[in-house]
């Protein structure tokens, strides 16, 4: 059974920082690009972060690009996702998905991702 399971969610002050982590199990998604979505309340979900089977390609939603760093370590088929000067407007359930196909590129659709994890809440306090 494939699982992925975010985790470094929490409470932060507004300009502080939270590491989030997402280990997967069940199968190796070394050869398959991942990313990361958010849902804020009473709000869609949208997406955060991508980053292609080695690492070498990344792509950021606007709101997140320069304060956000995604990075993978696929020997411990972990994705994780660095975020800095948080906002409060960053508050949301962070989910880690994976897609179910080998390739070289990124993917920005949470339609072309067929592995979801449970969420991690951030919560941002200002």
């Known amino acids: 059974q494939v699982q992925l399971v975010e985790s470094g969610g929490g409470l932060v002050q507004a300009g502080g920082s939270l590491r989030l982590s997402c280990a997967a199990s069940?199968?190796?998604?070394?050869?398959?690009?991942m990313g990361w979505f958010r849902r804020a309340p009473g709000k869609e979900r949208e997406f955060v972060a991508t980053?292609?089977?080695?690492?070498?390609?990344?792509s950021y939603a606007d709101s997140v690009k320069g304060r956000y760093t995604i990075s993978r370590d696929n020997a411990k088929n972990t994705v994780y996702l660095q975020m800095n000067s948080l906002k409060p407007e960053d508050t949301a359930v962070y989910y880690c998905?994976?897609?179910?196909?080998?390739?070289?590129?990124?993917?920005?659709?949470?339609?072309?991702?067929?592995?979801w994890g449970r969420g991690t809440q951030v919560t941002v306090s200002s």
């Open positions: 980053i292609n089977w080695s690492g070498s390609s990344t």
């Open positions: 069940g199968r190796t998604f070394s050869s398959n690009a």
């Open positions: 998905a994976a897609v179910g196909a080998a390739s070289w590129r990124t993917y920005q659709n949470a339609d072309d991702y067929n592995y």
